[in-house]
């Protein structure tokens, strides 16, 4: 028997001292594993299946790096929205707990390779707090611009992201070998550290784009179209895959995130599905401090679907992600075909949301014609059968109206988080910043906003994406937006971007007002809308800037196609 498996037998013995006070220390576990400051995989376990045996109120983190390997790691298959659905390892895996937390002291938690930190399951009162999370070697790789021109540019590359010329293309690795995958290119302003002004994403078909090693640390990448990069920028290879989120939360309630930093990740920062009450207080998503990354992690910021009750995030930085601060939807699965009065078969046609199984019995869905996104029946669920991770079959209670068609699409109608958005840096990020898709009430206040493209964007799509929206009650006041849009991701500082084929018979988004806010900056859209019903903005300070190139013009400023009830004072 090996010694590897020998300390995991002794370790899954539990502490009688730290079951009779509730509280477990992992120190504990750690100094019982000889192997523990490599990997302290086999002591997380153990330290967890003693919590979860005893019922511990707590697991006590020390302070200090703790490394963390996927060897030893759990193994969970997951789909996750907006990622890529596979069989994961994680390291803190937590299913059905109640009333638990875990708490660090200036914790650092060092993942090695591919695995998710942290993955909870049917949980319910769980809080997370003090703790740093890292990667030795991050999901994306960034090299250094030394020179370009029309078709080609060359780039050197730190000890953090290595790399190798195999058969004609760069290759990226870690200190074991194992391949970092990348399928797009995005320039980054080092100095600045944002998204160079005005530049968009190379996306490359197959991973394919040639390179050699022209010199002792500079690579030459070649491509037909490339032009304009500027050296002493950095080139961003992002991740292929979105395969490890920091946090996925399933079904839970009343989960708390404060005081942690997520500085790497192989996906998103959170994501939370058919969750109800998340709150994330004083988390920060920044690059990791003391190096010369330009990325955070390699997604969204936060994720929030088909979830409920309320979702707070107060007082957060959400700086140089890949993608957008936040995204809150729901989901429209499409209708395959209609097998009789009552029964009909459901399909996912967005890849990236097969596997999820949301419907319920005694679930209320809405119908929609997608080209509207206009609801025209509901139904109750009476009984679902999952055919695969694509299709499922669902019986209603009520008769299925003759004017359901193939495409069109089906949600959950029942109820909608509240959101508050308060005290937050949104910036320097690739894409947006909030994705607002709650019928709930919305209240995004006191938040200073920085991003390349829309700072606020109200979705929507029953065509391409399949994210349910159409927003009811949102109060967006006293914010700062400075200098936003010097990307391409958007038509305006505040604006719509539901995928409707016809606009004009739509009123999809309603009750927008904007109050009280500053609007900073060299761009002149401040509003691009359509097909809402009720938008006021009101007591606005504009204040034009010359800190980047003028964009737009005076006829931009407000945009408002197919809408109703707008009042705009300036």
């Known amino acids: 028997m090996s010694r590897t498996i020998i300390s995991l037998l002794i370790l899954l013995l539990p502490l009688q001292s730290v079951q009779a006070k509730g509280t477990v220390f992992l120190k504990d576990y750690l100094d019982k594993c000889e192997n523990s400051e490599a990997d302290a995989m086999p002591a ?65 938690l060092m ?71 990348y399928c797009n290119l995005l320039e980054f302003d080092t100095r600045k550290k944002e998204v160079a002004y005005g530049v968009h994403d190379w996306w490359l078909w197959n991973n394919v784009l040639p390179a050699k090693k022209v010199g002792e640390n500079a690579y030459r990448f070649e491509r037909e179209d490339f032009d304009g990069m500027t050296p002493g920028n950095t ?16 079904e839970c309630e009343n989960f708390c995130l404060e005081d942690v930093n997520l500085y790497n ?15 994330l207080n004083r988390v920060r998503v920044v690059p990791t401090p003391g190096s010369d990354h330009i990325v955070s992690i390699s997604a969204d910021a936060t994720h929030f679907v088909n979830c409920k009750g309320y ?18 939807h729901g989901w429209y699965m499409a209708v395959d075909s209609v097998l009789c009065r009552r029964s009909a078969l459901l399909r996912w046609r967005n890849g990236a949301q097969c596997g999820i199984r949301f419907l319920k019995k005694g679930m209320r869905l809405e119908f929609a014609d997608p080209a509207t996104l206009t609801t025209y029946a509901h139904l109750r669920v009476r009984k679902v059968e999952y055919l695969n991770s694509e299709y499922a079959l669902v019986k209603f209670r009520e008769h299925i109206p003759a004017r359901v068609r193939p495409m069109d699409v089906v949600a959950e109608d029942d109820s909608y988080p509240d959101v508050l958005i308060s005290g937050c840096y949104i910036g320097n990020n690739r894409a947006r910043g909030l994705l607002i898709g709650s019928r709930g009430k919305v209240v995004i206040e006191k938040n ?18 399949y ?46 007002v904007v109050e009280g806010n500053v609007f900073r900056g060299f761009d002149n859209r401040i509003v691009n809308i359509y097909s809402v019903d009720g938008f006021s903005f009101r007591n606005n300070t504009i204040e034009m800037t010359s800190d980047y190139p003028e964009k737009g013009s005076a006829s931009e400023r407000f945009v408002m196609e197919h809408c109703d009830n707008t009042i705009i004072e300036q």
């Open 235 to 250: 080139m961003v290879f992002g991740a292929a895959q979105r395969l490890h989120p920091a946090f996925t939360l399933w």
């Open 448 to 465: 200073t906003f920085h991003t390349p493209g829309s700072a606020i964007l109200f979705e929507g799509d029953g065509r391409f994406w």
């Open 311 to 328: 979702i707070r995030m107060t007082d957060c930085e959400f700086r140089n992600q890949k993608d957008d601060a936040t995204n809150i």
């Open 111 to 181: 993942f090695n390779g591919f695995m998710s930190p942290f993955s909870l399951e049917g949980c319910k009162g769980i809080r997370i707090s003090g703790i740093d999370i890292d990667y030795a070697r991050p999901f994306v790789s960034e090299g250094r611009i030394l020179s370009a021109g029309k078709g080609w540019m060359e780039l050197s590359f730190s000890e953090s992201f290595p790399v190798e010329i195999r058969d004609g293309l760069a290759v990226f690795l870690d200190k074991d070998g194992v391949e970092y995958p």
């Open 44 to 108: 997380i376990r153990a330290a967890l299946d003693c919590c979860a045996r005893t019922r511990a109120g707590e697991l006590v983190l020390p302070r200090g790096v703790i490394n963390i390997r996927p060897e030893h790691a759990y193994e969970h298959l997951e789909a996750i929205s907006n990622n890529s659905q596979s069989l994961k390892r994680v390291a803190f895996l937590m299913k059905g707990m109640k009333d638990f937390r875990i708490t660090g002291d200036g914790t650092t």
């Open 467 to 512: 994210e349910q929206s159409g927003v009811r009650d949102v109060l967006i006041r006293d914010n700062l937006f400075l200098n936003c849009m010097y990307g391409p991701w958007g038509r305006a500082c505040i604006s719509v971007g539901t995928g409707l084929a016809d606009k004009e018979a739509s009123r999809y988004h309603s009750n927008i």
């Open 265 to 279: 990740a192989g996906g998103m920062g959170v994501i939370a599905q058919c969750c109800r009450n998340v709150t």
